[in-house]
């Protein structure tokens, strides 16, 4: 709740304004567009002003260039749209399904995108010789690793912000309104805006799985093709949000079962940490500070990846 509305100031009757929407921006939500700007100046500043930048500006306009990207955001677009007008029998609780729909299809849509730039940008290249050429000029090997993630990063965020912003739309000027009418009840701008802001958390949250997906991609394809690429990044995306399913459910007995259960939730990204289901299911606002903690984490897990990257990469013959 805005802290205008705990202090009492504010009726939910009134309708929206401009000052209702800063103060909705600067008191629940400043961390996530803090977070945004920082990011994409973080970006502007790479991009502009060192070599690796240069890569990544190329690598995010070959990327949004693709057939598959245009596919995707007009898919996912319609998917979103559609939902709208479909009944999901929940009781009164389908906006609640909705968002977590849409969130699923943002998902995947963006990682669909990354790993398959990832087998373009960077295993097509080694096959094809192109890697060779670009690593003749005054650009090492790890410039060009970093580069094409941070390139194919970019082109995820692109993706999650347009479809974010559709789908916070759909729930604001339609969603919402068309819930209310279905229970014969009225609804107000004030909590129709309430209700579509809470998606912004899980946009955040979808991000940083992407980015970490992306890094694992990354790093397969300094070694394998297309297709193996895309086959293990999906077992690694089913894995990493069942290993903690398979940690409580690993016999005791077995300690084989209980060790391999935990190496692989060692090894693998925790990506269960990013599924904001439960929380939308309970009706949960997810606070700053579990979000700054996945944001260490992500941080933390790419970094690791792409210094694997970097060896996989320093010894892989380009001739």
Same mark, same amino acid.
């Given at each position: 709740m805005n802290e205008i509305q705990k202090a009492g100031n504010l009726n939910p009757l009134d309708e929206l304004t401009g000052s209702l929407i800063w103060s909705y921006v600067r008191d629940d939500y400043w961390w996530?567009?803090?977070?945004?700007?920082?990011?994409?100046?973080?970006?502007?500043?790479?991009?502009?002003?060192?070599?690796?930048?240069?890569?990544?500006?190329?690598?995010?306009? *070959?990327?949004?260039?693709?057939?598959?990207?245009?596919?995707? &955001?007009?898919?996912?677009?319609?998917?979103?749209?559609?939902?709208?007008?479909?009944?999901? +029998?929940?009781?009164g609780d389908d906006t609640k399904m909705y968002?977590?729909?849409?969130l699923a299809t943002i998902l995947i849509s963006s990682m669909l995108v990354a790993i398959w730039t990832a087998s373009l940008s960077v295993a097509e290249e080694i096959e094809g010789k192109t890697a060779m050429t670009l690593l003749s000029k005054p650009i090492t090997?790890?410039? +060009?690793?970093?580069?094409?993630?941070?390139?194919?990063?970019?082109?995820?965020?692109?993706?999650?912000?347009?479809?974010?912003?559709?789908? /916070? !739309?759909?729930? +604001?000027l339609l969603k919402a309104n068309l819930?209310?009418?279905?229970?014969?009840?009225?609804?107000? !701008? %004030? *909590?129709?805006? !309430?209700?579509?802001?809470?998606?912004?958390?899980?946009?955040?949250?979808?991000?940083?799985?992407?980015?970490? &997906?992306?890094?694992?991609?990354?790093?397969?394809?300094?070694?394998?093709?297309?297709? %193996?690429?895309?086959?293990?990044?999906?077992? /690694? +995306?089913?894995?990493?949000?069942?290993?903690?399913?398979?940690?409580?459910?690993?016999?005791?007995?077995?300690?084989?079962?209980?060790? %391999?259960?935990?190496l692989l939730a060692t090894i693998l990204p925790a990506l269960d940490n990013y599924n904001m289901s439960a929380a939308i299911a309970m009706d949960r606002t997810i606070p700053p500070d579990y979000i700054g903690y996945n944001a260490l984490y992500s941080l933390c897990y790419v970094t690791a990846i792409i210094l694997l990257a970097f060896i996989l990469f320093e010894d892989r013959d380009l001739a």
């Open positions: 996530f567009f803090a977070g945004l700007f920082g990011l994409l100046a973080f970006l502007a500043l790479v991009n502009y002003f060192t070599r690796t930048g240069s890569i990544a500006r190329a690598t995010t306009k *070959e990327a949004v260039r693709q057939p598959i990207f245009l596919l995707l &955001m007009a898919v996912g677009t319609l998917v979103m749209l559609a939902n709208v007008y479909i009944p999901f +029998f929940s009781l968002i977590d729909c849409g090997r790890r410039e +060009f690793i970093l580069g094409k993630y941070l390139g194919i990063a970019q082109t995820t965020l692109w993706m999650v912000l347009y479809l974010g912003t559709v789908l /916070i !739309s759909l729930i +604001f819930d209310a009418k279905e229970a014969a009840a009225t609804v107000t !701008s %004030v *909590e129709r805006l !309430s209700t579509a802001l809470r998606v912004l958390p899980g946009l955040t949250l979808v991000f940083m799985e992407v980015a970490v &997906m992306t890094a694992i991609s990354v790093a397969i394809s300094t070694r394998l093709p297309m297709l %193996v690429n895309l086959t293990t990044c999906l077992a /690694i +995306f089913v894995i990493g949000h069942l290993t903690p399913v398979l940690v409580q459910s690993a016999l005791k007995d077995v300690p084989f079962v209980k060790f %391999v259960a935990q």
